[in-house]
């Protein structure tokens, strides 16, 4: 199997021939082209070549094309500042007061920001890769991308003073306008991600996670949004005849909120490194896909390669992942710095614990 057949066997519900590995490396690659971490997500191309590069070097079966959160923040008018050698820092929030939420306006994902960053980054990896691996696209969600235009802090209170009535009706309708104006602008580049070929579109929305919110709260502020956000990606991907699975990605010990999860419409729940995958696979059901889930600095960063290996043949055995419905990766992102053996590694557990040897371990 090529990759990408490896990975659409696996999310089909279907044993592949080997569990599909995706660790969530995103600007970490940019030393193997020799990049900045600032020219990593300020170029398309820069972000192709190192992924590419990765892939080489490591023989993993799906590229990302995420580095960083503010991006599509930026594109309505957001400052931030971008450091040679490391991800942006916001200067300021984009709003004082929810008053002003009803003169924003919806940016164009070809056009603002630095949305067409990631376009291209697709646009030069399907040109580098052809048919033969996973891409996975980005995609700030509604909830975060909500926060960072209020300043998290403000949006934080903002909820609290909600949910204990020290705000009124007036200001929860204009908190809604805004996450359905944010759900409606990610909704658009994952729109615009699946006319250049992606396989995953992404949804990442960290801020909701149960170590943040109450799952009251996510159902009130958060689920409704994701499930704008998947359901316009999967229409679009059917009117163009194309098989786009959805990712949500969380982070966070969000087991109170994991039932939840499965209910946006993700085809695929990215289960960090403080969830035992047994049980999120038991609170999100059989028909969600699972990838995860290494702790990405103790096992990776700072690991030994026999530990990434012991590991990796622990999630695959625990998530079943031999049967299908399971990838193989990372809670979070990657950092900066992690050893390509221990990269190499998750494949090599992968490949010692196909289906075949390990069919009756379920």
């Not at 580098?128 to 209170?157: C, K, M, N, W």
């Not at 159902?219 to 990712?247: D, E, I």
């Amino acid at each position: 199997m090529t990759s990408l057949e490896r990975v659409r066997v696996a999310l089909s519900g279907t044993p592949p021939d080997r569990v599909p590995v995706g660790p969530f490396v995103g600007a970490a690659a940019a030393p193997l082209v020799g990049a900045s971490l600032r020219d990593y997500y300020t170029d398309g191309a820069v972000i192709a070549r190192a992924q590419h590069a990765l892939w080489q070097a490591v023989g993993h079966d799906i590229l990302v094309t995420a580095a960083d959160t503010y991006y599509i923040a930026e594109a309505f008018g957001l400052k931030t500042t971008h450091h040679e050698h490391a991800l942006p820092t916001v200067d300021k929030p984009l709003l004082t007061t929810l008053e002003e939420v009803d003169a924003l306006r919806r940016p164009n994902p070809e056009t603002d920001g630095r949305m067409p960053v990631y376009l291209k980054a697709l646009e030069e990896l399907r040109v580098l890769t052809g048919s033969q691996v996973a891409l996975r696209g980005t995609g700030t969600g509604p909830f975060s991308l909500a926060a960072y235009l209020l300043g998290e802090q403000a949006f934080l209170t903002l909820l609290a003073d909600l949910d204990c009535g020290e705000r009124g009706e007036e200001d929860r309708l204009r908190l809604h306008r805004l996450l359905d104006l944010m759900a409606d602008t990610t909704a658009a580049f994952l729109r615009a991600q699946i006319d250049r070929g992606v396989h995953l579109a992404y949804l990442g929305d960290s801020l909701a996670s149960a170590e943040m919110i109450s799952p009251t709260m996510y159902r009130a502020y958060a689920l409704p949004y994701h499930q704008k956000v998947f359901a316009s990606a999967k229409a679009h991907a059917a009117a163009a005849g194309r098989t786009v699975f959805t990712l949500l990605h969380i982070c966070g010990a969000n087991q109170a909120s994991l039932a939840a999860f499965a209910e946006t419409g993700a085809d695929l729940l990215e289960i960090d490194h403080k969830v035992p995958l047994a049980e999120a696979r038991q609170l999100a059901g059989p028909a969600v896909s699972l990838i995860g889930n290494l702790d990405p600095v103790q096992t990776l960063l700072l690991g030994t390669t026999e530990r990434v290996f012991v590991e990796s043949g622990r999630a695959i055995r625990e998530a079943c992942g031999a049967d299908g419905r399971f990838i193989l990766g990372s809670g979070c992102f990657v950092p900066p710095g992690t050893p390509l053996e221990n990269l190499r590694q998750m494949v090599a557990a992968a490949e010692s614990l196909n289906h075949e040897t390990h069919k009756d371990s379920c």
